[in-house]
């Protein structure tokens, strides 16, 4: 089981900075969809140890899910050296989980 989303630690200045491959996963601990998504998230992420990931608690008032423009939980946006490559919105399988990761893993 992953770790709970925690309330924001960081501000998107910070987030820009983060060297290498990073998700930032955007949604809360009661939402239904985030609760459904975070076995296929998490069977995604096998195999995954490289990838950053931040587990952000969303809602109104909070900043950094603003200037990522969420709209809907989960929302997993996948970085590379602070840049946006591929965004996954309320998944429904770990195989479009998958192929985002492929968009930011390390060049073989």
């Not at 939402?31 to 608690?57: N, S, Y």
Request: hydrophobic share 35%; aromatic share 8%; with cysteine.
């Amino acid at each position: 089981m992953s770790t709970p989303y925690t309330p924001e630690t960081t501000d998107r200045a910070a987030v820009d900075r983060l060297p290498g491959p990073t998700v930032v996963e955007f949604g809360t601990n009661w939402c239904g969809f985030c609760q459904r998504a975070e076995p296929l998230i998490d069977e995604a992420f096998e195999g995954h140890a490289d990838v950053k990931r931040i587990r952000v608690e969303d809602g109104s008032g909070r900043p950094l899910g603003r200037t990522f423009r969420v709209r809907l939980w989960p929302t997993l946006v996948f970085m590379r050296d602070g840049k946006e490559l591929a965004r996954v919105v309320r998944p429904t399988s770990a195989d479009e989980i998958s192929r985002a990761l492929g968009q930011i893993a390390a060049p073989a």
